[in-house]
């Protein structure tokens, strides 16, 4: 089974903190998305990545960074943390045109 | 315009029912389709892909009209465990994996 492990469940953050939030999966899938969900507003795409070192920008990149070094691991990076990216982040990966793998999900409130 | 554009629902429906969920899409260049389930605080898992020639899993059956670029969802008998939100998903020959806000189902006995 494909494994998509994002490295938190839960995280408190402080206004202005740095916050990494970390995605690997197992399946040697070359692309890797992050979303945001929040209620009434569905899954927003943050960035994508289709090989290493390569990223997109998604519908709403703005206060988001990304990187991806290895195949298996995508990070998203708050470069300083606002409380209006409180939200659910999903990490998913897939094979090109194929269907997506989702993580648990990471809870993040940023206070 | 959003991209991929999704009955708002909710739906509210007995049990027993046929369900039926849209989904349009804008990019014309969108080259594989799918719909997703989602249940409360739990992450989107794939419920089927979607084919021109469609694609019938049971109770359900998916369907994809390019030349009006709208995918639907057909839930037949629905049961109280179809309660879930349902999700349309398109990606791009870009690799852009794009998802409708969702259509919650709520079956009632």
């Known amino acids: 089974d494909v494994k998509v492990t994002q490295s938190s469940r839960y995280l408190v953050k402080r206004t202005g903190e740095k916050v990494f939030l970390e995605c690997v999966q197992d399946?040697?899938?070359?692309?890797m998305f992050w979303y945001r969900q929040d209620p009434g507003l569905g899954l927003r795409l943050i960035y994508f990545?289709?090989?290493?070192?390569?990223?997109e920008k998604g519908d709403i990149p703005e206060g988001y960074s990304v990187s991806r070094e290895k195949k298996e691991r995508f990070s998203l990076i708050l470069e300083s943390a606002s409380t209006n990216q409180t939200s659910m982040y999903l990490c998913?990966?897939?094979?090109?045109?194929?269907?997506?793998?989702f993580g648990q999900g990471t809870r993040l409130t940023v206070v | 315009r959003k991209e991929v554009e999704q009955d708002p629902g909710p739906f509210n429906v007995p049990e027993g029912v046929t369900v039926a969920f849209n989904c349009t899409y804008s990019?014309?260049?969108?080259?594989?389709f799918f719909w997703y389930r989602q249940d409360c605080r739990k992450e989107p898992k794939l419920l089927m892909s979607v084919y021109s020639s469609g694609n019938e899993d049971g109770r359900f059956t998916a369907q994809l009209n390019r030349a009006s670029q709208y995918i639907s969802l057909l839930i037949r008998d629905s049961k109280l465990s179809d309660s879930a939100t349902y999700l349309c998903v398109v990606n791009t020959n870009a690799g852009k994996s794009t998802f409708g806000d969702g259509t919650t189902l709520t079956v009632k006995p």
């Open positions: 399946m040697d899938h070359e692309n």
């Open positions: 998913a990966s897939s094979l090109f045109l194929n269907e997506a793998f």
């Open positions: 990545s289709y090989d290493v070192k390569m990223k």
């Open positions: 990019n014309s260049a969108s080259q594989s």
